[in-house]
C-alpha cells in the first residue's frame, strides 16, 4: 500500500457552541491540514496520485473556508465547528472530488494549533 500526504493551511473564526471556556467566544486560527490518500499499486509515472493534484482540489476545498466565520457556513449551521468536524468536512468533500479515481481518501488532519490536531478517517 502507497500513500501521500500533503499540507495545506487556512486562516478562520469559529466559536463553539454549548461549550464552557475559552472557545465559546469567537476566535480564530490558522489551521493546517493534512490530506493522507492511499493506494494499492502505482498509476501514471509510477506514482499514487499527482501532489500537485491532490494540493489543488485541498486548496479549493479550504477556499470554502478561508477567512470565514465557519459557525454561519451552511455545513456548520447546526453542529460545532470543532476541529473534528472540520477534518470531517475536508475529508468529505475531497472524497468525492475523488470519487472516480483509483485512490482512497484515509485520513484528514486538521492542526488547531501547535501541538493540538483532530483526525477523521473512516
Ligand atoms: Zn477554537
Not at 499499486?41 to 482540489?57: H, I, P, T, V
Not at 465547528?81 to 479515481?101: N, T
Request: glycine share 4%; aromatic share 12%; with cysteine.
Amino acid at each position: 500500500m502507497y500513500e501521500i500526504k500533503i499540507t495545506r493551511f487556512f486562516s478562520a473564526a469559529h466559536f463553539l457552541r454549548d461549550y464552557h471556556g475559552k472557545c465559546e467566544a469567537l476566535h480564530g486560527h490558522n489551521w493546517k491540514v493534512e490530506v493522507m490518500v492511499r493506494r494499492e499499486d502505482l498509476g501514471e509515472g509510477n506514482m499514487a496520485l499527482d501532489f500537485s493534484r491532490l494540493k489543488r482540489l485541498t486548496e479549493d476545498v479550504l477556499k470554502t473556508l478561508d477567512h470565514q466565520n465557519l459557525n454561519a457556513l451552511p455545513y456548520f449551521k447546526d453542529q460545532n465547528p470543532s476541529s473534528e468536524a472540520i477534518a470531517r468536512y475536508v475529508f468529505q468533500q475531497i472524497e468525492k472530488s475523488l470519487a472516480k479515481e483509483p485512490v482512497t481518501v484515509y485520513r484528514v488532519n486538521a492542526w488547531e494549533s501547535r501541538d493540538s490536531c483532530a483526525g477523521y478517517m473512516k
